[in-house]
T-cell receptor
Framework: GAVVSQHPSRVICKSGTSVKIECRSLDFQATTMFWYRQFPKKSLMLMATSNEGSKATYEQGVEKDKFLINHASLTLSTLTVTSAHPEDSSFYIC???????????????FGPGTRLTVL | GQNIDQPTEMTATEGAIVQINCTYQTSGFNGLFWYQQHAGEAPTFLSYNVLDGLEEKGRFSSFLSRSKGYSYLLLKELQMKDSASYLCAVSLNTPLVFGKGTRLSVIA
């Protein structure tokens, strides 16, 4: 299957700093990428949908000025957590969608996730 | 709003069969996915149903009834490595809406 990478896998930062997380589709082009966050023992919550070359679409309740998303190419999307606070500590997962073609579903492939800890 | 319900936790014995149920009430429907997620890792795709009926793939099978808003994931010949969370997700146009996941513990 298609491979999606995320970097870094873990990051610890001080409160007030900004953290950038990269999501790359390694062997396919993804016009659409998604960013999720997941709290311990909870489900994945969609934060935003990122389309290459256009502004991200944020879910209700997600601050777009705090979670900056850039999808500059068909293989790279970045999520920047600005002025991070301890409550932003979470597991952030990206996914990239392929186009399945006629009669196939558009499968999402998930990155390995980034664990952010804000002290 | 969208609502997807799954049991929170289940326990089953190695070698046995377990069925994980999922019910959904959503504003649209383009298919239902099942994912497996081990702790601290990303979800991995298990199955996709868009038509009513049973899809079988090795030890894993998934069933869908669109009229009832109901799906189940069936795991046969359970192995210890099957201990994980199983996420039911409904596709609404593009983004997936996930249930809270069912944490399955396989015991000897």
């Amino acid at each position: 299957g298609a491979v999606v990478s995320q970097h870094p896998s873990r990051v610890i930062c001080k409160s007030g700093t900004s953290v950038k997380i990269e999501c790359r589709s390694l062997d396919f082009q993804a016009t659409t990428m998604f960013w999720y966050r997941q709290f311990p023992k909870k489900s994945l919550m969609l934060m935003a949908t990122s389309n290459e070359g256009s502004k991200a679409t944020y879910e209700q309740g997600v601050e777009k000025d705090k979670f900056l998303i850039n999808h500059a190419s068909l293989t790279l999307s970045t999520l920047t957590v600005t002025s991070a606070h301890p409550e932003d500590s979470s597991f952030y997962i990206c996914s990239a969608q392929t186009s399945g073609g006629a009669g196939m579903f558009d499968e999402q492939f998930f990155g390995p996730g980034t664990r952010l800890t804000v002290l | 709003g969208q609502n997807i319900d799954q049991p929170t936790e289940m326990t089953a014995t190695e070698g046995a069969i377990v069925q994980i149920n999922c019910t959904y009430q959503t504003s649209g429907f383009n298919g239902l996915f099942w994912y497996q997620q081990h702790a601290g890792e990303a979800p991995t795709f298990l199955s996709y149903n868009v038509l009513d009926g049973l899809e079988e793939k090795g030890r894993f099978s998934s069933f869908l009834s669109r009229s009832k808003g109901y799906s189940y994931l069936l795991l046969k010949e359970l192995q210890m490595k099957d201990s994980a969370s199983y996420l039911c997700a409904v596709s609404l146009n593009t983004p997936l809406v996930f249930g809270k996941g069912t944490r399955l513990s396989v015991i000897a």
